[in-house]
């Protein structure tokens, strides 16, 4: 049901959208003299991501109703984003908004997320989605960080399960946007025992867990028990694919990086898009990580997510991924 699901490659995708400033290649926060501007939001990336790849995509978030919230939902435009359900909000609300530094070694990302307009989403903007329109439901974990976006998107669970339609789940765990610790362990926990698939690193399966050295346990567990599959992400080292009747692993593609944002929200869309134009799901993972090497070696993060040309030039040119 589930593979079958994403195979349809369309997705109603909820979650934030938000504007991104970044330095130049190499360029450190203190010697910039201009910046660039680009949509960034984990779940507006990876709907951009989909539809770059030839999927299609939907957005359900709230934008301020101000020239930000205008440029993000223009941008979701430009890439082919349903924006049907991208509501604005008006008074002191605003989008978030990224500073980040192209560079690697002491890499430093400044987000604003205070009075998001995001987490103004509520249970009247996810139940005006027709659900039984698209394929599945994808969401990250920043959506559960603050009401009334929390029980909103608890609320899009059921209805998309009403629908029949599975949930894909990145945790995406973001320290900076949680009231305490142990309220993100729990919400996070309970969002990932509701998912049909989920996908997070090592750390992230660590901290819902309690301990970093039994994330495995708790990814293979969930596995076994409410989900059909689950991706364990281990960064450089790859990453272990688990489901009721297999476990593999796979390598990535290095590349000369510029920074690390942006390659969780690549590696999803390229695994949604390459499962759904029916690539083997071994492949479609390896596809996933050649999308979220291309987007670390460029500026930004919407606007460095390949579409299908430049992904296949990549793996036709690229020595291969690491071994396992």
């Given at each position: 049901?589930?593979?079958?699901?994403?195979?349809?490659?369309?997705?109603?995708?909820?979650?934030?959208?938000?504007?991104?400033?970044?330095?130049?290649?190499?360029?450190?926060?203190?010697?910039?003299?201009?910046?660039?501007?680009?949509?960034?939001?984990?779940?507006?990336?990876?709907?951009?991501?989909?539809?770059?790849?030839?999927?299609?995509?939907?957005?359900?978030?709230?934008?301020?109703?101000?020239?930000?919230?205008?440029?993000?939902?223009?941008?979701?435009?430009?890439?082919?984003?349903?924006?049907?359900?991208?509501?604005?909000?008006?008074?002191?609300?605003?989008?978030?908004?990224?500073?980040?530094?192209?560079?690697?070694?002491?890499?430093?990302?400044?987000?604003?997320?205070?009075?998001?307009?995001?987490?103004?989403?509520?249970?009247?903007?996810?139940?005006?989605?027709?659900?039984?329109?698209?394929?599945?439901?994808?969401?990250?974990?920043?959506?559960?960080?603050?009401?009334?976006?929390?029980?909103?998107?608890?609320?899009?669970?059921?209805?998309?399960?009403?629908?029949?339609?599975?949930?894909?789940?990145?945790?995406?765990?973001?320290?900076?946007?949680?009231?305490?610790?142990?309220?993100?362990?729990?919400?996070?926990?309970?969002?990932?025992?509701?998912?049909?698939?989920?996908?997070?690193?090592?750390?992230?399966f660590g901290f819902m867990a309690?301990?970093?050295?039994?994330?495995?346990?708790?990814?293979?567990?969930?596995?076994?028990?409410?989900?059909?599959?689950?991706?364990?992400?281990?960064?450089?080292?790859?990453?272990?694919?688990?489901?009721?009747?297999?476990?593999?692993?796979?390598?990535?593609?290095?590349?000369d990086a510029l920074k690390p944002?942006?390659?969780?929200?690549?590696?999803?869309?390229?695994?949604?898009?390459?499962?759904?134009?029916?690539?083997?799901?071994?492949?479609?993972?390896?596809?996933?990580?050649?999308?979220?090497?291309?987007?670390?070696?460029?500026?930004?993060?919407?606007?460095?997510?390949?579409?299908?040309?430049?992904?296949?030039?990549?793996?036709?040119?690229?020595?291969?991924?690491?071994?396992?």
């Amino acid at each position: 049901m589930l593979l079958d699901a994403i195979a349809q490659n369309n997705f109603v995708v909820v979650g934030r959208a938000g504007i991104d400033f970044y330095t130049d290649a190499g360029v450190r926060a203190e010697d910039a003299e201009r910046v660039s501007v680009g949509l960034g939001g984990s779940a507006a990336n990876i709907a951009a991501g989909i539809c770059k790849l030839g999927g299609q995509a939907a957005l359900v978030t709230r934008v301020s109703d101000d020239s930000v919230g205008s440029y993000c939902t223009g941008q979701l435009k430009h890439y082919g984003v349903n924006t049907v359900h991208v509501t604005p909000v008006g008074g002191e609300y605003r989008n978030s908004l990224a500073f980040y530094e192209s560079v690697v070694d002491g890499h430093r990302n400044v987000i604003y997320r205070n009075g998001a307009a995001d987490f103004q989403m509520d249970a009247e903007d996810v139940s005006k989605v027709d659900y039984s329109a698209f394929g599945a439901l994808i969401t990250a974990g920043t959506v559960f960080a603050a009401e009334p976006s929390r029980s909103a998107s608890f609320k899009a669970f059921d209805l998309a399960k009403e629908s029949n339609l599975p949930i894909i789940f990145d945790v995406d765990y973001r320290p900076y946007s949680w009231p305490a610790a142990e309220v993100a362990a729990d919400v996070l926990s309970r969002a990932a025992a509701q998912s049909d698939m989920i996908v997070g690193n090592d750390e992230e399966f660590g901290f819902m867990a309690g301990s970093y050295d039994k994330g495995l346990d708790k990814a293979r567990d969930l596995a076994r028990t409410t989900a059909s599959l689950v991706i364990y992400k281990m960064g450089e080292h790859g990453a272990i694919t688990i489901s009721r009747d297999e476990e593999f692993r796979t390598g990535i593609y290095p590349v000369d990086a510029l920074k690390p944002n942006g390659a969780g929200d690549s590696f999803m869309s390229g695994l949604m898009t390459s499962i759904a134009d029916g690539h083997s799901l071994k492949d479609a993972v390896l596809r996933g990580s050649a999308c979220a090497s291309i987007v670390v070696a460029k500026p930004g993060c919407a606007p460095a997510m390949p579409n299908p040309s430049e992904l296949e030039a990549f793996l036709s040119s690229h020595p291969g991924p690491t071994s396992v």
